[in-house]
């Protein structure tokens, strides 16, 4: 199920759009001003992020900056018709599509659909492997947790991206000791290999096994929820 942020300060479109929203299957939480928002998407990530302009306590424009930063995610505005022009500004941000209020929920639905297929399609293009709140970033090498770096060495970020590339796939530990070499160029054996899984987990608050689960025995496998 999809996961929509959508931060709106009117009561009654945040309403009729959440109930619309999740009759179409999607996952919907809302946010009424920028200091909110902002606290919930810290916390973790959403599908797509559905953006007022005019907030309480600020605009959509530094929500979506935010959202950019932390990594490459959908974002829709939605804006008054004397705010379309300012819109301009949202896109060069990186925002993906605006929709003029008042307007039409099976046409807003219609946009968020395209824009997220849009977004499958381009995952690999864009060089991030993402699996819940974890982002691995290809262009830099680096590992990102709720938009918080999170500094790994080379082989533990060589195993993570191998588990990563294989999300929701058994890996056994025969494949993944096949393919790491340490810094050194030594082999890493079965023991060290359980070892480095469980700094990585320690590194991205995984201890529970929630986002690498263990195969006993067989090896290990990424859930991405």
Same mark, same amino acid.
């Given at each position: ?21 999740? @009759? ?19 916390? @973790? ?43 301009? @500004? ?41 699996? @819940? ?93």
């Amino acid at each position: 199920m999809k996961k929509i942020l959508l931060v709106e300060d009117n009561e009654t479109i945040t309403m009729g759009l959440k109930y619309s929203l999740e @009759q179409e299957n999607f996952e919907v939480d809302t946010a009424k001003n920028v200091v909110t928002a902002k606290s919930k998407i810290k916390k @973790q990530d959403f599908d797509l992020y559905l953006l007022d302009i005019a907030l309480p306590d600020g605009e959509g424009y530094e929500i979506c900056k935010y959202v950019k930063e932390k990594g490459n995610y959908p974002v829709i505005f939605l804006t008054a018709k004397d705010e379309e022009t300012d819109v301009v @500004q949202g896109l060069d941000m990186g925002a993906d599509d605006y929709v003029i209020k008042p307007f039409r929920t099976r046409e807003l639905i219609s946009r968020i659909n395209s824009v997220l297929r849009r977004y499958g399609n381009e995952v690999i293009a864009e060089n991030q492997i993402k699996c @819940q709140n974890i982002v691995i970033d290809n262009n830099t090498a680096k590992v990102y947790k709720n938009g918080e770096e999170v500094i790994l060495t080379s082989l533990e970020y060589k195993i993570l991206l191998l588990l990563f590339n294989n999300k929701n796939i058994l890996v056994k530990r025969e494949q993944i000791l096949d393919k790491i070499w340490d810094v050194a160029g030594n082999f890493v054996n079965d023991n060290t290999l359980t070892v480095y899984i469980k700094r990585i987990r320690e590194k991205i608050d995984d201890k529970d096994g929630e986002v690498i689960q263990t195969v006993r025995g067989i090896g290990y496998r990424v859930v991405d929820k």
